[in-house]
């Protein structure tokens, strides 16, 4: 079945930091890929996103790109800030049958210090 | 655009009681979906509906666990009789054709069984 591999945490970075939380997925087909953001007592929030290989999603300062040769789709930022820590959940959507199925990790919690 | 909407926020109940839960999707979606939250863990997908039919309930524990999603718009979660181990968050989250997979998550219902 499809499934999603995260980097265990917690990770704990100093402010202005690089962030890099790695992703792997299994998949029988082309999936897109995402990855989430849940701040503490929220729901998810959709990050960034890539449909295709080699697609990179962006926002916020996040980026990560889709490596299909890797089965890859590491989060990367290039300075991190307080207002960033939170549980960060890669995801992957590939449709079966009719409808398209939504799969998760297992998350990561990212803290941030001043 | 109005979000997810869910209620309760919270609730707590006594194991055996019954409980049941609330989602209204973005309009004019017609996937939506119901996660399982267990603190520290990724979501589980319980169920999955494509209008007012169930394409995806194979977590679903159907012994004490039932949804419904009347006309194809809001959608109810129904625990009869609750466990200690359903202590969880309920996510709801709705998703277009035009979101390539992606959802919109609600803040969703902490549930904790005593």
């Known amino acids: 079945g499809n499934s999603v591999t995260q980097m265990e945490g917690p990770v704990t970075l100093s402010e202005e930091a690089f962030l890099t939380i790695n992703c792997t997925y299994t998949a029988t087909g082309y999936p897109s890929l995402f990855w989430y953001v849940q701040y503490p007592g929220e729901g998810l929030q959709l990050l960034l996103k890539a449909t295709k290989a080699d697609d990179k999603g962006s926002n916020k300062g996040f980026e990560a790109t889709y490596r299909k040769e890797t089965t890859s789709f590491h989060l990367e930022k290039g300075s991190v800030q307080v207002s960033d820590s939170a549980v960060y959940f890669c995801?992957?959507?590939?449709?079966?049958?009719?409808?398209?199925?939504?799969?998760f990790g297992s998350g990561t919690q990212l803290t941030v210090l001043p | 655009e109005a979000g997810v909407a869910q209620s309760p926020r919270y609730k707590i109940i006594e194991k055996r009681q019954s409980v049941a839960f609330w989602c209204n999707p973005i309009s004019g979606h017609a996937t939506l979906y119901w996660y399982q939250q267990i603190l520290g863990q990724g979501p589980k997908l319980l169920i999955q509906f494509q209008n007012n039919g169930v394409v995806d309930d194979s977590q679903l524990p159907k012994d004490r666990f039932s949804a419904e999603r009347l006309k194809g718009v809001d959608s109810t979660l129904k625990i009869q009789p609750a466990k200690l181990e359903d202590s969880a968050v309920y996510l709801c989250a709705s998703s277009s054709f035009r979101a390539q997979g992606g959802a919109f998550f609600g803040q969703g219902t902490r549930l904790t069984v005593v």
């Open positions: 995801a992957l959507s590939l449709f079966s049958g009719s409808a398209r199925q939504l799969t």
